[in-house]
């Protein structure tokens, strides 16, 4: 028996898959002022970077936080000391791909810090230091979808063509553009 288009039918199958993802990167500026003047700056680090993913209406947030930790020298560089701030930061990244058939209901956001926050740039501008921090993030929207499959009411029946997975034909897979798919899945 061979299937005809009649006897095929559609199903509408409800799954979670990725619905929307979206990356941003950032430059930002934060002036510290230490205790002490500074004379010149020996080292600028951020550590203990914390943040959350939070779906908003302009895309995903990521709100988080970080130290910033300087050490520098003071009174014509006879001293130094170390100067320690906590800062908060939102980022609101906007997603580039975004399926309008999800269910919002089911959303739930991920998000993953391709560049730690890291400082570029610390100079002195009067008694305090400004640092210039990079950070960069990759988010991506789960949520429950439909998607559309046909079936054959009487199942395969033999005539159905016989898929091997197994990579042995290679060779259909010759043309295919390599950078696209790159692209595709970043």
Same mark, same amino acid.
Request: with cysteine; hydrophobic share 35%; aromatic share 8%.
């Given at each position: ?15 979670? !898959? ?5 990356? =941003? ?25 914390? @943040? ?13 936080? @970080? ?11 006879? =001293? ?22 999800? =269910? ?17 740039? !610390? ?37 159905? =063509?016989? @898929? ?23």
């Amino acid at each position: 028996m061979s299937i005809t288009d009649k006897d095929l039918q559609l199903r509408e199958i409800i799954t979670k !898959a990725v619905c929307g993802k979206g990356r =941003k990167f950032s430059q930002v500026s934060h002036t510290v002022t230490p205790a002490n003047a500074p004379t010149s700056i020996l080292g600028a680090w951020i550590i203990n970077n914390q @943040y959350e993913a939070v779906h908003s209406t302009n895309g995903v947030e990521v709100i988080g936080s @970080y130290d910033i930790n300087i050490w520098y020298s003071y009174d014509r560089n006879t =001293k130094t000391d170390v100067a320690k701030e906590t800062v908060s930061y939102v980022d609101v990244v906007p997603l580039s791909f975004l399926d309008k058939k999800h =269910k919002p209901a089911t959303a739930e956001v991920y998000a993953l810090a391709v560049t730690d926050p890291n400082c570029v740039e !610390a100079s002195i501008s009067g008694n305090g230091v400004v640092i210039r921090v990079e950070r960069e993030f990759k988010v991506e929207m789960t949520a429950e979808t439909k998607v559309c499959v046909v079936v054959s009411p009487h199942g395969l029946d033999g005539d159905e =063509k016989s @898929y091997d997975f197994d990579g042995s034909d290679d060779a259909e897979y010759d043309d295919l553009d390599l950078e696209l798919l790159d692209e595709e899945l970043s």
